[in-house]
């Protein structure tokens, strides 16, 4: 993986692009593309990062890669120890943790597909709580009648959970094998009372006065 | 259904001062809708939901609800139209299959079963990923970043969500400006249409007037309010052809059925 | 400088207080000094912090003592390399982005409907900030009386928002079902209870106004 170094005075200029990777990731807090990085630091980027990556491992703090970026985040084994109590008891309701796992497992997802799966209507103060926290976001309309707006889950959400891609949700390919990810609505047309088809058609877009 | 309630209500059972209404209305605080209630009544079964008799289901779900209205407890139409289909499921289980185009009583038990699996899967992967290192509580990034500005193409922080939210707060802002007259506390025809219609949509077989009207402690000028409007709201959809209706006599109960598309007209002796 | 460790089971003890050590000084919004550190990694801190700034000294981050506390900070010979964009990131004022907002909504809209709709007068200073950032443009000149020139968003304001297109901001129906725009009347009566299902609505999430 280490790319063969023969000449001292390049062997040292690794070291210095080497540094300026460690310094460019440990100075944000924010995970940083591959794109940005390589316009630092040049194109063998993607082996920097995997020396950075195993140089780390062992360490208190690791090289992570999350949505696309990489990130130094704290060793996962040493959370019990940095617990930050005030954050666990912000706790989240039941629905907007169930709907955020149908964001993340079924997305593109509309709203009257979360209901449907849900058997029961999207409150007020879910959706918003979860955008609020940088989780979802609106995707594309869906072509279909009325056009109704998409729900989809952020790079951020991936970094919040220690994900690295969507790939790797909990038990994401036992549930595609099970046909559990279909998102259609089943015979019961339950919890769909404020149907995306609907909604949507009324006050589209918005640009009506009053 | 009464071990569940048992279950659910252990606190409060024992004192007498809780009524068997306030219990009922504890379970349900429980639940996030119909389709919740039923996966904890599934549950109970102590099978894979794979292998669950959606007929026990069924029976357990109805005996609530009826247990629900002895009291008069106001259910949600969500309710409702979930104990409206599964009556008619059972029906459809239990009496031989009727030549049509209807999806047959084993397909409707295989739509529910498959529905309850798929909100399952939901709530076990919602703890799988809750369970998981979370960043800023179990894990940490930098907590004293150094701003080096790489990515951001705008000097300015503003978030899909800060745009979306001024927006609707100004649109809240101007709504709030126009002034809104109290309504009195009555059922109106127009919203006793849309129950109807509401839950008509679930329920092909006859069913009482009363039991669409809701339920509950609203008493009184609300409920003849109520029972007014829903006897109204037949009619008028009678007269669109959305609904049949049957009465055996005068003062007998009033029968209501929702008319599918491509029905033919009821049975003139019916009528 | 580096104690004598033979015991097998005492250097593993070790290796974990020099890796907590470490996250707590990564995670740490503020220097921390030496009795706290002590706290959550026993007496010998001193010795552990000897350790983690020596094997630090030579990379891209430094363990530094700053004020009788301890921090990392990234090297300081990288400084040219890491150089601050001269402006730091700023809030946009309320009345700039709600102004943003309804241009993105009611484009294209003359600077009057924008004040009409806000209720209050812009500022020519907000329309230009806006431009000056590239989000907003001049579209065409009205034809009405006094033919008044026109707002519209850009193509980057489309970009800095994650947004294909105009087409998938959320309209005003999708802003009420997410909780994003919460106009509820002030006397809430049956009558009224029609806009999300009325009593449909009753015991959905429990979010629900008595």
């Known amino acids: 993986m280490i790319k063969e170094v023969t000449d001292a005075q390049e062997a040292e ?3 210095g692009r080497l540094r300026l990777l460690e310094a460019l990731l440990f100075a944000s807090a924010e995970p940083l593309d591959e794109e940005t990085l390589a316009g630092r ?3 063998e980027v993607g082996l920097l990062l995997e020396e950075l990556r195993a140089h780390y491992a062992p360490r208190g703090v690791n090289l992570v890669r999350t949505g696309g970026g990489w990130a130094f985040r704290t060793a996962v084994d040493l959370a019990p120890e940095l617990r930050r109590e005030e954050e666990v008891s912000r706790k989240l309701s039941r629905a907007a943790i169930e709907t955020l796992a149908i964001i993340a497992y079924h997305q593109p997802v509309t709203r009257g597909e979360i209901e449907s799966i849900r058997g029961v209507a999207t409150s007020k103060g879910t959706l918003d709580l979860l955008m609020e926290h940088g989780w979802i976001r609106p995707g594309k309309r869906r072509e279909t009648p009325g056009r109704p707006l998409t729900w989809i889950t952020t790079d951020h959400f991936l970094d919040h ?3 690295e891609s969507l790939r790797d949700l909990p038990s994401v390919d036992d549930l595609r094998a099970a046909g559990l990810l279909d998102s259609r609505p089943v015979l019961l047309g339950l919890g769909t009372a404020g149907d995306d088809g609907g909604l949507a058609a ?5 640009d009506e006065e009053s | 259904m009464a071990e569940l309630l048992a279950e659910l209500t252990a606190d409060t059972a024992a004192d007498p001062a809780v009524s068997p209404s306030e219990q009922l209305l504890l379970v349900l605080d429980g639940f996030e809708g119909p389709l919740d209630m039923l996966l904890a009544l599934g549950r109970d ?5 794979t292998r669950i008799s959606i007929l026990e289901l069924a029976d357990q779900y109805l005996a609530f609800v009826a247990e629900a209205r002895k009291v008069r407890l106001e259910l949600a139409a969500d309710y409702l139209v979930m104990a409206a289909w599964l009556a008619y499921l059972k029906s459809r289980l239990l009496l031989p299959e009727p030549e049509g185009e209807e999806p047959s009583g084993e397909d409707m038990a295989a739509a529910l079963a498959f529905q309850l699996q798929r909100l399952e899967a939901m709530k076990g992967v919602a703890a799988k990923l809750f369970a998981r290192p979370r960043l800023g509580v179990d894990v940490h990034p930098r907590g004293a970043p150094e701003d080096l500005d790489l990515r951001r193409k705008s000097v300015y922080e503003v978030t899909l969500f800060d745009l979306l939210r001024a927006y609707g707060q100004q649109r809240a802002r101007k709504e709030a400006g126009v002034l809104h007259i ?8 127009e919203e006793a249409v849309q129950r109807l219609t509401a839950l008509l949509g679930h329920m092909p077989d006859w069913a009482t007037l009363a039991s669409f009207l809701p339920g509950g ?3 009184g000028l609300l409920t003849r309010s109520a029972l007014a409007a829903h006897f109204a709201a037949t009619l008028e959809l009678a007269k669109a052809g959305r ?25 003139p002796s019916d009528s």
């Open chain 1, 13 to 15: 200029a690794r070291i």
């Open chain 1, 41 to 43: 630091v040049g194109p």
């Open chain 1, 161 to 163: 959970f220690g994900l």
């Open chain 1, 202 to 206: 009324t006050g589209e877009d918005g």
């Open chain 2, 45 to 49: 079964q102590k099978v894979d939901l």
């Open chain 2, 182 to 189: 109290a309504p009195v506390r009555l059922y109106s025809m």
């Open chain 2, 217 to 219: 402690e609203g008493g």
């Open chain 2, 243 to 267: 609904v049949e209706l049957r009465q055996e006599g005068a003062f007998a109960p009033l029968y209501v059925r929702g008319r599918q598309a491509g029905d033919t007209p009821a049975d």
